[in-house]
């Protein structure tokens, strides 16, 4: 372990957690986090502080599209209480950084911005209200330019400008399968649709903020809200000129991430600031600017047409998709894999012809977020179930059950699925549940639009639809992704206790639990501390594809069982013979042959045992370039949503009446959290069917503040249902399956379908709005 350096902490340092109570896998303990944050007494990193620090700022392009001539700084760095005023030229090594291959997204602006919001110049100042005064004297001379919005063109018409000089398309994936054109021409019944969902926004509340603390040895403490520590600091280091060994990074209090952190924002900012002036830097986005410092989810465009036989089983499908990847790379080759690889969902369809793409633009840039590609494509996929089975004149339940997947089944990449899959059970359970009650049309609050009801109910309408999502966890298309645990047991106070160190973020997911959960079963401790995630343990990857239960939590039970070894050779050694049949419960140490051996704290003594391991998924393959097949995913995990809307067909107004989800997790591991986990994904595919969109016109951002960006609140999330499932996966941790991601897909086609059911309408793209149900727009 690296030895700190003596640098002074903030106040209010991300600390060791002792979790309170008891619970091994399994069990629902409560997060230790979770009082702390209900209280309003949790740090989270806009909270951090230390003496003597300053303030930064960012000064951001107004225009989505223009030509830098000039950046006149001599006014603002003239400020009193103003230390610096950077711009690119004062970035010390590479000008730019990005998630993935190639590196485009410039620390500071050069020559060119591509969007609204991107970063220009720094300031720091000795309060945050001089560096924004500072930041309003410098002058940027533009030569502005039309911005490049159209992405069907930027997908397929080569005489397109390009954002980027590299292109226009980030990356196309084919996949094909059978010979659609032939089973065209065989199919009883041809339907096709053209589908669309807009920009949601991650709208985790913690805006992005951090503290940057210059280190003795030339190097930088970086404090900071992030979601994949190891991943930050290969594009942060050769930015600053600096090897990776001098930063030092540490998670501080996440407030929601969903795949927002994934790209950076202020780090480079911050550490550049505190290195050019030799003091502590804060940055602290405000909730607008916050909504320019992040990525949002893609856009979509999608054609769809599917054939079947009159019964309903499906024959082919022909499917485009095209992906708004904004200004930068960031994630979207990832976007556009996963959008191929599930485009025609759980179904088994022996004919396909998938073109998925993702483009520039100068929109603002996109990258993760829950769902990753595949949640567009259920919107449309599942929309096309209904088509089909209207045309077949069989129920939408049915249609579902007909095609549904199985063990064995090959999905479109061809990948085979090997652990049980009961789909079909699963369509059939969530048909089954009770209905909730009929509309009661004398109570007001209990119509949509609630008290601005200007109606008493006469255009109310209830309806029913259903969803089915499929979602692949952890990484994909042959990346070997892991993770890495250290455990430590030792006496304290007389009582042995475990410790857990990992880099893994915890954002609010809840995995801080499960690894004392897994500690808890796997050393039989009750005490268990987790320490903070840093960068002086190795990499947990991302928290991200609902992948840090199995994969963080698989390198800390396989931690755990190394330090169960070298106890029970203590035993052994302590014994003075061998003993096989060892197990670790309740403090003690026991035999199944001979019962309790010793307790554990006699066998440790003074001895602190500590090992490190880390933890691979399975291997997968990439996508054929041509045909798109392989088995590119670890997992894959199946939800199925049954929604009941009431809609207002007047005023255009919808009542998210009840949600029931269906879910297979593979194994609970804690339900409560399980349960939240559900919700949540469920909350969030409400807010995209119903009311979430970055609104942009020509580039610019119409609506950026939670005064117009609406998100559902507790009055909009309806009662649910919960049916789990577990149909373990023999290859993971438990037997596990990720859980927060598909039930954020499949609610969202349910909710749309339930609208129809109601209304009759087509309604082809998410948001539905107001108008797309009362016919003013």
């Keep these: 372990m690296t030895t700190p350096l003596q640098t002074p902490k903030p106040s209010r340092t991300p600390g060791e957690i002792v979790a309170p109570g008891q619970g091994g896998v399994g069990d629902s303990p409560l997060r230790p986090d979770g009082s702390l944050k209900v209280k309003g007494e949790f740090a989270f990193s806009s909270d951090l502080s230390i003496d003597g620090m300053l303030w930064g700022a960012t000064l951001r392009s107004p225009h989505p599209r223009a030509r830098i001539l000039s950046v006149q700084i001599g006014e603002a760095l003239a400020t009193a209480g103003v230390e610096a005023v950077l711009t690119h030229e004062d970035v010390p090594g590479r000008k730019c950084f990005g998630m993935s291959s190639p590196q485009d997204q410039p620390v500071l602006a050069f020559e060119e911005v591509r969007y609204q919001g991107e970063p220009i110049a720094l300031v720091a100042a000795d309060h945050p209200e001089t560096a924004r005064r500072a930041m309003e004297k410098i002058v940027v001379d533009y030569e502005v330019l039309e911005p490049l919005v159209d992405v069907r063109r ?3 018409d080569p005489s397109y400008p390009k954002v980027q000089e590299l292109g226009g398309l980030v990356r196309h994936q084919p996949v094909r399968v059978g010979d659609v054109a032939s089973a065209r021409a065989a199919a009883d019944v ?8 807009g920009s949601q926004d991650p709208a985790f509340l913690g805006p992005e903020s951090g503290l940057a603390i210059p280190n003795e040895d030339g190097g930088v403490d970086l404090y900071v809200a992030t979601q994949w520590i190891h991943k930050d600091l290969e594009q942060i280091a050769p930015c600053l000129d600096l090897p990776q060994e001098k930063i030092r990074m540490t998670l501080a209090g996440v407030g929601g991430a969903f795949g ?7 780090e480079i900012h911050a550490a550049m600031l505190a290195l050019h002036t030799g003091k502590p830097v804060k940055i602290v986005y405000s909730r607008y600017e916050s909504f320019f410092g992040h990525v949002h989810r893609h856009p979509a465009q999608m054609r769809y047409e599917y054939g079947a036989t009159r019964e309903g089983k499906l024959l082919f499908a022909d499917t485009e998709l095209i992906f708004d990847g904004g200004a930068y790379t960031s994630a979207t080759q990832g976007i556009v894999g996963t959008a191929a690889s599930l485009a025609v969902g759980p179904y088994v369809i022996p004919n396909i012809e998938i073109d998925s793409y993702g483009v520039y633009t100068n929109n603002p840039p996109c990258g993760a977020m ?29 249609v579902r059950r007909i095609n549904a997947i199985k063990q064995g089944s090959a999905l479109a990449t061809g990948q085979v699925i090997e652990a049980a899959t009961p789909l079909a059970e699963m369509i059939t359970r969530a048909e089954a549940l009770p209905m909730p009650a009929p509309p009661d049309t004398t109570d007001m609050w209990s119509l949509p639009g609630c008290a601005s009801q200007t109606t008493h109910g006469e255009g109310v309408v209830r309806g029913v639809g259903y969803g089915v999502g499929i979602k692949n966890f952890c990484s994909s298309e042959s990346r070997d992704d892991y993770s890495t645990a250290r455990v430590r047991l030792e006496v304290i106070g007389g009582e042995a206790t475990a410790l857990v160190h990992t880099a893994a973020a915890e954002v609010g997911q ?4 499960l690894q004392t959960q897994i500690a808890r079963t796997e050393l039989g401790v009750t ?7 840093d960068n002086r343990v190795g990499s947990a990857g991302s928290t991200s594809a609902s992948r840090q239960s199995y994969i963080t939590g698989g390198a800390v039970k396989a931690a755990c069982e190394a330090v169960r070894d070298v106890v029970f050779a203590l035993t052994r050694i302590h014994l003075g013979r061998v003993v096989e049949d060892l197990s670790l419960v309740g403090g003690k140490i026991e035999s199944a042959s001979e019962g309790t ?24 393959s990439g996508m054929d370039p041509a045909t798109g097949q392989g088995a590119v995913h670890t997992q894959h995990g199946l939800c199925v949503h049954r929604a009941v809307v009431d809609v207002d067909v007047e005023l255009g107004l919808v009542k998210v009446v009840e949600m029931a989800a269906v879910q297979d997790v593979g194994k609970v591991l804690n339900r409560l959290a399980l349960e939240g986990q559900i919700h949540g994904g469920s909350a969030q595919g409400l807010g995209l069917a119903v009311m979430e969109e970055i609104v942009i016109k020509d580039g610019l951002v119409q609506n950026p503040s939670f005064a117009d960006y609406l998100i559902p609140t507790i009055v909009d999330m309806p009662p649910m249902r919960l049916e789990i499932v577990e149909s373990p996966d023999p290859l993971a941790p438990y037997g596990l399956r990720g859980a927060g991601e598909p039930p954020t897909l499949s609610s969202i086609p349910a909710i749309v379908a339930a609208i129809r059911d109601a209304t009759g309408l087509e309604l082809p793209r998410v948001p539905v709005r107001p108008e797309h149900i009362a016919g003013c727009g």
């Design 154 to 156: 930027a997908a397929l």
């Design 190 to 197: 041809v339907v096709s649709g053209e589908f669309a969902t």
């Design 260 to 266: 927002g952190r994934e790209d950076l924002s202020m």
């Design 370 to 398: 829950r769902g990753f590609g595949a949640l567009q494509a259920c919107f449309a996929y599942e929309s096309m179930m209904d088509k089909v089975a209207e045309a077949c004149g069989i129920s939408r339940v049915e």
């Design 510 to 513: 809840g995995l801080v639990t």
């Design 527 to 533: 005490r268990v501390t987790i320490h903070p995630a």
């Design 597 to 620: 051996i010793a307790a554990l704290e006699d066998v440790l003594g003074d001895r602190v045992i500590e090992q490190t391991r880390e933890f691979h998924h399975r291997a997968t």
